[in-house]
T-cell receptor, first 113, second 115 residues
């Protein structure tokens, strides 16, 4: 079975632009979480979605938004990009809201110039 | 609120030597604890996890960790380091009952293995 997939692998944007990152969870998994990992730091929680509803949000500005589709895939959107948004964005899937294991995708490397 | 502290952002060992990576946590509820490994330009791979039960947890690649409630610690060990163990290691905590499976990570420890 395929693991968690993310697209694109890399992208470069300029300040003020908008970006959409995509994630497909492991087949049968209903929960998707998003994390931001700035170079040299641990991942920071952004969102968790379960059954297409937002179930948790980290300490990120409203420029960050996400949604989950009926097939449980997910999009992370970031508006008005800042230089500080440059990071590796990780998607993780799990079987349910309180399942105790998350499986991570390879990430999307976003560079904001 | 939960937090994780990893002591030592960089650890260097010789091949065949003991690996010890330190992790301390704070949590207002019984924690679920995890160690993840990240190789360059890759996502995170779960090494091991503690949920309930036995406090000594064995994981993949010969790693193990011991949950010590009195010390609020969850240190990661491996008896004999291999060159392939060189990577970044992250300790993480979650409290499923209140926050679902969201993880709070430490800052990471970069492990270097010298020949």
């Amino acid at each position: 079975d395929a693991g968690v997939t993310q697209s694109p692998t890399h992208l470069i944007k300029t300040r003020g632009q908008h970006v959409t990152l995509r994630c497909s969870p492991i087949s049968g998994h209903k929960s998707v979480s998003w994390y931001q990992q700035v170079l040299g730091q641990g991942p920071q929680f952004i969102f968790q979605y379960y059954e297409k509803e937002e179930r948790g949000r980290g300490n990120f500005p409203d420029r960050f938004s996400a949604r989950q589709f009926p097939n449980y895939s997910s999009e992370l959107n970031v508006n008005a990009l800042l230089l500080g948004d440059s990071a590796l964005y990780l998607c993780a899937s799990s079987g349910g809201f309180t399942y105790n294991e998350q499986f991570f995708g390879p990430g999307t490397r976003l560079t904001v110039l | 609120a939960q937090s994780v502290t990893q002591l030592g952002s960089h650890v260097s060992v010789s091949e065949g030597a003991l690996v010890l990576l330190r992790c301390n946590y704070s949590s207002s509820v019984p924690p679920y604890l995890f160690w993840y490994v990240q190789y360059p330009n890759q996502g995170l791979q779960l090494l091991l996890k503690y949920t309930t039960g036995a406090t000594l947890v064995k994981g993949i690649n010969g790693f193990e960790a011991e949950f010590k409630k009195s010390e609020t610690s969850f240190h990661l060990t491996k008896p004999s380091a291999h060159m392939s163990d060189a990577a970044e290691y992250f300790c993480a905590v979650s409290d499923l009952e209140t926050s679902g499976s969201r993880l709070t990570f430490g800052e990471g420890t970069q492990l270097t293995v010298n020949p």
